[in-house]
């Protein structure tokens, strides 16, 4: 099956710095990645879409100068959180989608904590 | 908008029994899917079983089955022969081609009793 990957997968920060995820597709081109937000027993909340060598396409509510997202090539997509703050600290899910198919496959996620 | 219902916050099974839970959902588009969706406690989102709405046939995948209500917009998941193991977070989920995006419900958390 296809595989996606997070790194981190925990990271801690000092409010006010920026921190990068990553998220790569291991075995496939990705032509579109998701970016989700879960907060402790609650559901997946879509933040963000992106399709590869476009600009993403955030989710009303969202801040986009916060939550940065970057997909320059078919395997790889980032999500920087900057200027961070305790309430930034979450579980940050990464999803990953081929041209012309429907099934997302889920990276591990990262859980951010923001001191 | 798309919704996704899910009305019971928590189950709890003994294993071997069979367990049902529960999703509604609301959609304006034609074409869809339905999902169900386990995440363990290691957070890693697994695919448990599909529907395509424009089957009529329900879904099966080995011991996990759906009952696919399309007019009454309801999609449940039975799980027979529970495991320790099926212990979990489950979300049902809802896909359609216009919005091209994944909508989640709130989660039921099953519980399997020894």
């Known amino acids: 099956g296809a595989v996606v990957s997070q790194h981190p997968s925990r990271v801690i920060c000092k409010s006010g710095t920026s921190v990068k995820i990553e998220c790569r597709s291991l075995?496939?081109?990705?032509?579109?990645m998701f970016w989700y937000r879960q907060f402790p027993k609650q559901s997946l909340m879509l933040m963000a879409t992106?399709?590869?060598?476009?600009?993403?396409?955030?989710e009303q509510g969202v801040e986009k100068d916060k939550f940065l997202i970057n997909h320059a090539s078919l395997t790889l997509s980032t999500l920087t959180v900057t200027s961070a703050h305790p309430e930034d600290s979450s579980f940050y899910i990464c999803?990953?989608?081929?041209?012309?198919?429907?099934?997302?496959?889920f990276g591990p996620g990262t859980r951010l904590t923001v001191t | 908008a798309q919704t996704v219902t899910q009305s019971q916050p928590e189950m709890s099974v003994q294993e071997a029994e069979t367990v049902t839970l529960s999703c509604t959902y609301d959609?304006?588009?034609?074409?869809?899917?339905l999902f169900w969706y386990k995440q363990p406690p290691s957070r890693q989102m697994i695919l448990v079983i599909r529907?395509?709405?424009?089957?009529?046939q329900n879904a099966t995948e080995n011991r996990f089955s759906v009952n696919f209500q399309k007019a009454a917009k309801s999609f449940s998941l039975k799980i027979s022969d529970s495991q320790l193991g099926d212990a979990a977070m489950y979300f049902c989920?809802?896909?359609?081609?216009?919005?091209?995006?994944?909508?989640f419900g709130t989660g039921t958390l099953l519980a399997v009793q020894p």
């Open positions: 999803s990953a989608r081929g041209q012309g198919r429907w099934e997302q496959y």
């Open positions: 075995d496939f081109q990705a032509t579109t």
């Open positions: 992106s399709n590869e060598g476009s600009k993403a396409t955030y």
């Open positions: 959609t304006s588009e034609s074409d869809y899917y």
């Open positions: 529907q395509e709405a424009y089957k009529q």
């Open positions: 989920a809802h896909y359609g081609g216009a919005t091209n995006k994944l909508i």
